[in-house]
């Protein structure tokens, strides 16, 4: 019963917003409106954290790569929806990198590292395409986008620093069950999509 409780209450805070980013009212496209959003986008903060700290649990270099592909292909999205493209499954696509990032952060998942950025790449060319078709219409979208990938890249720092930071056991148990958290908030959005 306190499960179905919680997925209801969870449900119905989670409805709606995935996408909508409410509470960010730029007149124009900015760089501040673009390095505000990911930051007011909880659906975005959450894969870009995660995607730090699953870089870090790859334990090779390389994987670090990861944190860079995923705001390059999100740079590439929204190009694609700044320009008039369009593709479906948008809303899919960022609920299914939630909930398989978390999956992947809470058991630790580590996988070939062309694997990893292709999978990222696709997730940020997902991400990226919502920046872009939330992009406030006016102004510079080069400095709007300049603006969004330098936060994805803070994000992404932070994410970095906060694998390396869980690599104690304690901590790490804390970073696996965060992305637990993650991987169902993912569904949780997939369930409303």
């Known amino acids: 019963m ?14 709606g917003t995935a996408i909508a980013h409410p509470g960010l009212h730029h007149a124009d496209a900015s760089f501040a409106a673009g390095f505000g959003h990911p930051f007011v986008g909880w659906d975005h903060l959450l894969a870009m954290l995660v995607v730090g700290i699953w870089a870090v649990q790859q334990k090779r270099l390389p ?4 944190a860079l592909a995923f705001p390059l292909m999100m740079a590439v999205g929204a190009a694609v929806a700044m320009y008039g493209s369009s593709f479906g ?12 990032l978390g999956l992947l952060v809470a058991f630790a998942v580590r996988m070939p590292v062309g694997a990893g950025i292709a999978m990222v790449s696709v997730f940020g060319l997902m991400h990226g395409y919502a920046h872009g078709i939330e992009a406030p219409v006016g102004g510079s979208m080069l400095a709007y986008g300049a603006g969004f990938v330098l936060a994805t890249l803070l994000l992404h720092l932070a994410g970095v ?4 930071a869980g690599r104690r056991p304690v901590a790490a148990m804390l970073l696996r069950a965060s992305g637990a958290a993650v991987a169902v908030t993912g569904v949780g959005l997939l369930a409303f999509t």
């Open 2 to 15: 306190l499960i179905r409780s919680l997925f209801i209450i969870a449900a119905t805070l989670l409805s």
């Open 63 to 66: 994987a670090l790569l990861m």
């Open 161 to 164: 620093l906060m694998g390396l």
């Open 89 to 100: 499954g948008v809303e899919t696509g960022i609920a299914s990198s939630l909930a398989l």
